[in-house]
């Protein structure tokens, strides 16, 4: 490289730093955020489970709803909780099989009556809600009951809502959405889901 490429280099690099810094300097506000991880490609659970251990890590307080998993294994839980993180989760009788859609709208019912507390308590800093956009799109639970505790939670409180398909009215509300592209998958390969990698 020659001194004239190095100085060109130097100077492209001071601009954007320039630029980098101005929205830096702007973004004053410090607020619970509301962030949404959705698409079809694979990350957003990690990627919500990646959060609250990142704020753990802080010292902040965190609590969890799973909406799907059920008594499934879950690696992060396994972790979380004995690191006093609350796991709300759905008991037996969830089925995922619309022949019992009662109990199923019972089981979610009953983990959002739970993480409601949380979610208007001021003592919890964030909240994930992992697999929640299901229960909406299959009516499980009210969509404005949902965007009403939400809006209503304490100021500096964070929510974390991970799921396909997330509804619109949950995207409007969100500060950060962020929309996860499956672009492959091992699935696809005949690569079966496994312990460590997958949950
Ligand atoms: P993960 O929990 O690995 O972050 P996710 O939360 O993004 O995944 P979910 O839709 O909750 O995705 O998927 C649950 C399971 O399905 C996970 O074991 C995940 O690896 C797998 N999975 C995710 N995306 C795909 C895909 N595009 N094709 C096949 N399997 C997938
Ligand atoms: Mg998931």
Same mark, same amino acid.
Not at 150 to 175: F, K, M, Y
């Given at each position: 490289?020659?001194?004239?490429?190095?100085?060109?280099? #130097?100077?492209?690099?001071?601009? %954007?730093?320039?630029?980098?810094? @101005?929205?830096?300097?702007?973004?004053?506000?410090?607020?619970?955020?509301?962030?949404? %991880?959705?698409?079809?490609?694979?990350?957003?659970?990690?990627?919500?489970?990646?959060?609250?251990?990142?704020?753990?890590?802080?010292?902040?307080?965190?609590?969890?709803?799973?909406?799907? #998993?059920?008594?499934?294994?879950?690696?992060?839980?396994?972790?979380?909780?004995?690191?006093?993180?609350?796991?709300?989760?759905?008991?037996?009788?969830?089925?995922?099989?619309?022949?019992?859609?009662?109990?199923?709208?019972?089981? @979610?019912?009953?983990?959002?009556?739970?993480?409601?507390?949380?979610?208007?308590?001021?003592?919890?800093?964030?909240?994930?809600?992992?697999?929640?956009?299901?229960?909406?799109?299959?009516?499980? %639970?009210?969509?404005?009951?949902?965007?009403?505790?939400?809006?209503?939670?304490?100021?500096?409180?964070?929510?974390?809502?991970?799921?396909?398909?997330?509804?619109?009215?949950?995207?409007?509300?969100?500060?950060?959405?962020?929309?996860?592209?499956?672009?492959?998958?091992?699935?696809?390969?005949?690569?079966?889901?496994?312990?460590?990698?997958?949950?």
């Amino acid at each position: 490289m020659t001194q004239r490429d190095n100085n060109k280099h #130097k100077a492209r690099q001071q601009r %954007l730093k320039d630029v980098v810094d @101005a929205k830096v300097a702007q973004a004053q506000t410090e607020r619970g955020v509301l962030l949404v %991880l959705t698409g079809n490609g694979k990350g957003k659970s990690t990627a919500g489970f990646g959060t609250v251990l990142r704020a753990v890590g802080h010292g902040l307080s965190c609590a969890v709803a799973q909406f799907i #998993k059920g008594e499934w294994p879950c690696g992060e839980r396994n972790v979380l909780e004995k690191l006093g993180v609350p796991f709300h989760i759905m008991k037996t009788g969830f089925t995922w099989n619309t022949q019992d859609r009662e109990g199923d709208t019972r089981a @979610a019912e009953a983990v959002w009556q739970a993480v409601a507390k949380d979610l208007a308590n001021p003592d919890i800093d964030l909240v994930l809600l992992d697999e929640i956009t299901y229960m909406l799109s299959l009516h499980y %639970l009210d969509v404005d009951s949902v965007v009403a505790a939400i809006e209503s939670r304490p100021a500096h409180q964070h929510v974390v809502i991970t799921g396909r398909n997330c509804h619109r009215r949950l995207l409007e509300l969100a500060d950060t959405v962020s929309e996860i592209e499956p672009v492959k998958h091992a699935f696809d390969a005949g690569i079966k889901a496994q312990q460590g990698l997958d949950w």
